[in-house]
């Protein structure tokens, strides 16, 4: 119990001895005693008072690491959800201060809504905070730390929409168009790096950059490319170095899928064996393998160079995503390529026009015209 104790002890001037408790009120409270026992005797009641009645904090950090030691979750996952409690929950206004039996719905809601503004959340954005909330008060349910149903309580709740920040993206930063894919194209085909063909590589799939930087020879097929592992990476809290990892599925544990491909990425696909015949990996710089953070590098370059706005990885597999929808192919085959379960997803989430503006003029014109 005196293990927990995160404030100094010390023995003041005048012979007594001091120490600082965490306090509903303030951040922090003093506390003092005659005599060091007596002191160390009220901390370890006060610990043994929070394992009867823990605070949000306790039950978060048992809740997260039970789920990664068992394998619920993975590595940066677990930090995620960790630098997302420390974003939300470490507040002195916040539910902390607050043992968790104590916590009413009324609080609960308030701490939502002042959250909501504090760090002006999307809808979408919102979802982060929603999960910790699920899981912690789940977890305490279970094991009788609150009486509140949290699954009730957001099946009640209702958030009005003014509350959320509006996400208004522009379109035309969300995909290349057809004139910037063609300078773009230009310039990876005249400088083939091994960086530059993986690009173009993305341009022809649609795959995300983490399946892209850990694909290896076997996952290239006569049917096409095999997708079936991905690359994570999180910043490591004890080293707060990022760590770059091969997780053994695709993105959210996704079914392995196969990526249909014409015979001009094939042609890519040659151009980057021959540059790397015997690697483990098609894409290695100096006998190691590329990570996703270096392609997204070489994309922001190639973008500076042909002039255009910089752009992510993602963003071409949005513009993948749309020129298949543009082109009319099936909806069963538009989700295969792009690794996702439902069409809804692809059209509500990565479908903006590519066009540019002159065929979009000429476009409505003809639609005008009588």
Sequence with gaps: MLAK?????????????????????????????????????????YYVSIEENPFITDLFEKWNDERYENGEIGKNSYTKYGNDFKRFFQKQDSLCSIPMKEI?????????????????LTRKSYASLRTLIM??????????????SISTFFSDLQLSNKLFKKNRKDASSQVFNDDEVIKLAKYLRDHPTMHNLGLLLLFDTGMRVGELCVLKPENITKEGIVINSTEIYYKDPDTNRTVFEIKDTPKMGADERTIIIPEQTRAIIKRIRLMNPFGEYLFMKDGKRINSTRFNYHLYKACREVRIPERSTHKIRKTYASKLIDGDVEEALIRSQMGHTDIKTTKDYYYYATQNQKYKESQISKALCV
């Design 5 to 45: 104790h995160q404030y100094e002890i010390w023995q003041g001037n005048d012979g007594a001895w001091y120490t600082y408790f965490p306090d509903k009120e303030k951040s922090r409270k003093l506390k003092r005693r005659t005599s060091k026992k007596k002191l160390e005797d009220d901390i370890i009641a």
């Design 104 to 120: 009413t719905e009324a609080e609960l809601l308030a701490f939502i809504k002042l959250n909501i503004r504090r760090f002006h």
């Design 135 to 148: 899981g912690v008060f789940k977890y305490a349910k279970m094991n009788k730390m609150t009486d509140i």
